[in-house]
T-cell receptor, first 109, second 119 residues
């Protein structure tokens, strides 16, 4: 089993739709969770950290489910500019931050 | 604009060349990272430096040699690379939190990357 897994997609959604991605992790001791966004041929950019109680930033909501060992990202009211690859990052040990495989999102007019 | 600067942006080198990738950050972060990213794949961790000491080497071949001259700089020396080493090399930094007994990490801040082609 991979340490951090995501559905690669692509997820094709129309503008205005709500879309959700999950990311599962195998190390029950993991404590740090992040969502990154990566555009084609660019570096990953931090979208949001994921806190135990869940957190929201505008149209984006992140949740952590420790019992089932997954994190989720919900995007409401999708925009064309949300089209990108969304990568979850989980620490699998001290300073060892591992990326999931990434989920590609395509938002169409 | 990214606060982590990588040079060069692009590099083409032959298999017998020696070159270096450079990374600089001025955010006061004490952890610095090298990741390698192939097309359509996620970044893969190569090395981590913590307080200028190598703390993680993910079984990277010796033709890649990292160096951390000071808390702001991170280099990756390349020698006798293979064509399959062609990739985007990403440098990142993060605030140091806790110690090896802690499993909390601050988020990574990435540079723009160096796109390396080995011919």
């Amino acid at each position: 089993r991979k340490e951090v897994e995501q559905d690669p997609g692509p997820f094709n959604v129309p503008e205005g739709a709500t879309v959700a991605f999950n990311c599962t992790y195998s190390n029950s001791a993991s404590q740090s969770f992040f969502w990154y966004r990566q555009d084609c041929r660019k570096e990953p950019k931090l979208l949001m950290s994921v806190y135990s109680s869940g957190n929201e930033d505008g149209r984006f909501t992140a949740q952590l489910n420790r019992a089932s060992q997954y994190i989720s990202l919900l995007i409401r009211d999708s925009k064309l500019s949300d089209s990108a690859t969304y990568l979850c990052v989980v620490n699998t040990g001290f300073q060892k931050l591992v990326f999931g495989t990434g989920t590609r999102l395509l938002v169409s007019p | 604009d990214t606060e982590v600067t990588q040079t060069p942006k692009h590099l083409v080198m032959g298999m017998t060349n020696k070159k270096s990738l450079k990374c600089e950050q001025h955010m006061g972060h004490r952890a610095m990272y090298w990741y390698k990213q192939k097309a359509k794949k996620p970044p893969e961790l190569m090395f981590v430096y913590s307080y200028e000491k190598l703390s993680i080497n993910e079984s990277v071949p010796s033709r890649f040699s990292p160096e951390c001259p000071n808390s702001s700089l991170l280099n990756l020396h390349l020698h006798a690379l293979q064509p399959e080493d062609s990739a985007l090399y990403l440098c990142a930094s993060s605030q140091e939190r806790g110690d090896s007994r802690s499993s909390y990490n601050s988020p990574l801040h990435f540079g723009n990357g160096t796109r390396l082609t080995v011919t």
